[in-house]
């Protein structure tokens, strides 16, 4: 490697993973910072786009956008050294979105490590806008702040309170970060997932109770009543539909996971409870904010979170495998720097 590339995390195509030369970051925009990256968290976008299953995607693509990192010289606000957790949505500004406080579902948004490249790879320029001071975490820990915000801006879009039944549907890392956070408002979670393992591991490292494969027995547990607040975090469409008679009459349903079907349910059935349905996507700052407080807090156990550390050239041959088999997996983190 010359003065001039460094070594990137690419996704070749669809199956191939390789690090490759990349140029060296020279021209960074009015605005934009330069940031060394530390660490990067792999998510089940990251897996998609090595599986192919992206639907929105062009190859070769840097991928990573979980990201901590510091930043590298003196500027905008920032001084060189600053740790800092950056958020990947790429806003536009302009949009009728934007303009009502929700960059988050901005109609040009761009999501580094998707619609344009990531940050797996030794420096990463962002906007000024998208970065946030992580003092007082780890590197590691501040690249897992951005997938637990997904969790907690559901749960503030939910409205849970500490009187609320609620059910997560998924027990992915979605889905724990959203059970977390529902928890923290004082909410009695009960878990969802036809993984025994995804379960007894959601038991063991954060003391949910043993939870359920069926979603009768759930339901059960409410003597049929439902629950007031449903999360659903399973990316499936079937599981989708089928949650909607767990929800008890005044309830919420909220659709953290995104699946490329139609969803269907009756009609009658939603209007008599008087159902909110609810969309949730991405994250905004508070939710950013409301994670890295619970870390330091010691509300969250971040080493629970975090099943592996990597390097990147090791990943070279991991990334295939942690793709095939996710099942006791909640997060691997590709380290880069201190």
Same mark, same amino acid.
């Given at each position: 490697?010359?003065?001039?590339?460094?070594?990137?995390?690419?996704?070749? /195509?669809?199956?191939?993973?390789?690090?490759?030369?990349? =140029?060296?970051?020279?021209?960074? =925009?009015?605005?934009?910072? %330069?940031? $060394?990256?530390?660490?990067?968290?792999?998510?089940?976008?990251?897996?998609?786009?090595?599986?192919?299953?992206?639907?929105?995607?062009?190859?070769?693509?840097?991928?990573?956008?979980?990201?901590?990192? +510091?930043?590298?010289?003196?500027?905008?606000?920032?001084?060189?050294?600053?740790?800092?957790?950056?958020?990947?949505?790429?806003?536009? #500004?302009?949009?009728?979105?934007?303009?009502? #406080?929700? =960059?988050?579902?901005?109609?040009?948004? /761009?999501?580094?490590?998707?619609?344009?490249?990531?940050?797996?790879?030794?420096?990463?320029?962002?906007?000024?806008?998208?970065?946030?001071?992580?003092?007082?975490?780890?590197?590691?820990? *501040?690249?897992?702040?951005?997938?637990?915000? !997904?969790? *907690?801006?559901?749960?503030?879009?939910?409205?849970?309170?500490?009187?609320?039944?609620?059910?997560?549907?998924?027990?992915?890392? !979605?889905?724990?970060?959203?059970? %977390?956070? *529902?928890?923290?408002?004082?909410?009695?979670?009960?878990?969802?997932?036809?993984?025994? /393992?995804?379960?007894?591991?959601?038991?063991?490292?954060?003391?949910?109770?043993?939870?359920?494969?069926?979603?009768?027995?759930?339901?059960?547990?409410?003597?049929?009543?439902?629950?007031?607040?449903?999360?659903?975090?399973?990316?499936? #469409?079937?599981? !989708?539909?089928? #949650?909607?008679?767990?929800?008890?009459?005044?309830?919420?349903?909220?659709? @953290?996971?995104?699946?490329?079907?139609?969803?269907?349910?009756?009609?009658? /059935?939603?209007?008599?409870?008087?159902?909110?349905?609810?969309?949730?996507? &991405?994250? %905004?700052?508070? $939710?950013? $904010?409301?994670?890295?407080?619970?870390? +330091?807090? &010691?509300?969250?156990?971040?080493?629970?979170?975090?099943?592996?550390?990597?390097?990147?050239?090791?990943?070279?041959?991991?990334?295939?495998?942690?793709?095939?088999?996710?099942?006791?997996? !909640?997060?691997?983190? @590709?380290?880069?720097?201190?």
């Amino acid at each position: 490697m010359s003065h001039d590339t460094m070594q990137a995390g690419v996704v070749v /195509e669809p199956g191939s993973f390789a690090v490759q030369d990349r =140029p060296v970051i020279t021209d960074v =925009p009015d605005g934009w910072v %330069l940031i $060394d990256i530390c660490a990067v968290g792999l998510c089940g976008t990251d897996y998609h786009i090595f599986e192919g299953k992206h639907p929105f995607l062009e190859y070769p693509r840097v991928i990573g956008h979980e990201l901590s990192g +510091r930043v590298a010289r003196d500027g905008d606000g920032w001084g060189a050294g600053d740790l800092v957790v950056v958020n990947p949505y790429l806003s536009c #500004g302009t949009c009728r979105a934007c303009k009502r #406080g929700k =960059p988050n579902c901005c109609s040009n948004i /761009e999501v580094l490590g998707v619609h344009r490249d990531g940050g797996l790879a030794p420096q990463l320029a962002v906007p000024a806008q998208n970065l946030y001071p992580a003092d007082g975490l780890t590197p590691l820990q *501040a690249a897992m702040v951005e997938f637990l915000a !997904i969790g *907690a801006h559901a749960v503030r879009r939910s409205d849970v309170t500490k009187a609320d039944r609620v059910l997560v549907t998924g027990v992915g890392p !979605i889905g724990i970060g959203t059970a %977390l956070f *529902a928890r923290l408002m004082g909410a009695h979670v009960t878990l969802l997932d036809l993984s025994t /393992e995804r379960l007894a591991m959601a038991a063991d490292r954060f003391g949910f109770d043993s939870g359920y494969t069926r979603l009768e027995a759930a339901l059960a547990s409410t003597d049929g009543e439902g629950f007031d607040v449903v999360f659903d975090a399973t990316g499936h #469409g079937g599981a !989708i539909e089928a #949650g909607f008679p767990a929800v008890a009459h005044g309830g919420t349903y909220v659709l @953290v996971s995104v699946v490329k079907d139609d969803i269907t349910f009756n009609d009658p /059935e939603f209007h008599k409870r008087e159902m909110r349905l609810i969309g949730s996507r &991405n994250a %905004l700052k508070a $939710d950013f $904010d409301w994670v890295m407080s619970s870390f +330091r807090d &010691n509300l969250i156990d971040a080493d629970a979170l975090c099943s592996d550390v990597l390097s990147l050239d090791a990943l070279t041959t991991a990334l295939g495998k942690l793709a095939a088999d996710r099942a006791g997996l !909640i997060k691997a983190v @590709v380290k880069l720097h201190d």
